[in-house]
């Protein structure tokens, strides 16, 4: 699925003033305990209704209290260790992009810009979707899913979409996958769908036209594998196109 927000979705993905920071918080170790919390507490609810006609109302009150209490120390953990989280969002993408501080910022202040542009590999668009998607903007593109992988759009080298990425068992899977000049973070989503796969690398490509593609391609009378061969294809780029491909 790709479209283009209006500026009350726009609002609604930075209305604590950060894109990136709304979508951070999709994952992290609190929302685990806080879904644990909340099950326990309901586990607690269905065993107390199950004693209160055979055991009697005491015996029922006891154990739902026993299971209420943990379940509510998890869920307040849970919140606490979430909001660290997302304050922490700006240290956790530079963990795991090559961007700098000024850069993320600079990303937040571009999706608000016209021109901005959503995608994603499904057609979800409630709350926990939208911290899933990917977006593009004039000069940085992040990929869909929970975990914060985003490029300068001008240093991604590839990105395409495979049927045969060879897996450790011998066999093969499809996958989506980008990679970018500096041969460090890369996006791998496996057994995606294809006709959304498939629309994000043209999404790409219409973007940045030197963006490869294929999975296999010939140049100068070489064949090169984009999947297996990342440090050549990577090495042929820069040759070609130089440090920053734009």
């Known amino acids: 699925m790709i479209f283009e927000p209006d500026e009350r979705l726009k609002k609604k993905m930075a209305k604590n003033g950060s894109v990136l920071q709304f979508m951070y918080s999709v994952a992290g170790a609190g929302k685990g305990l806080i879904t644990a919390g909340v099950m326990l507490i309901g586990i ?147 057994s995606p769908p294809e006709k959304a796969s498939l629309e994000i690398v043209n999404l790409l490509k219409g973007h940045n036209p030197r963006i490869i593609t294929d999975h296999h391609f010939v140049y100068e009378d070489r064949e090169y594998d984009t999947v297996q061969e990342v440090e050549e294809v990577i090495a042929l780029h820069k040759r070609v196109y130089g440090k920053r491909s734009i």
């Open 44 to 190: 607690g609810a269905l065993l107390a209704a199950a004693l209160i006609g055979p055991q009697g109302t005491e015996t029922a009150i006891t154990v739902a209290a026993a299971a209420a209490v943990p379940g509510f120390a998890l869920i307040i953990l849970g919140i606490i260790l979430q909001q660290k989280r997302e304050r922490g969002w700006v240290s956790g993408y530079m963990k795991k992009t090559s961007l700098n501080e000024q850069e993320l910022h600079q990303v937040d202040q571009e999706f608000r810009q016209p021109g901005t542009i959503l995608f994603s590999l499904d057609k979800g668009k409630d709350t926990n979707s939208l911290k899933r998607m990917g977006f593009i903007t004039a000069n940085f593109v992040k990929f869909p899913g929970p975990k914060p992988c985003i490029f300068r759009l001008q240093d991604v080298v590839a990105c395409l979409y495979t049927k045969k990425m060879l897996c450790a068992d011998g066999g093969y899977d499809r996958a989506l996958i980008a990679y970018g000049i500096d041969g460090v973070w890369a996006f791998l989503y496996t």
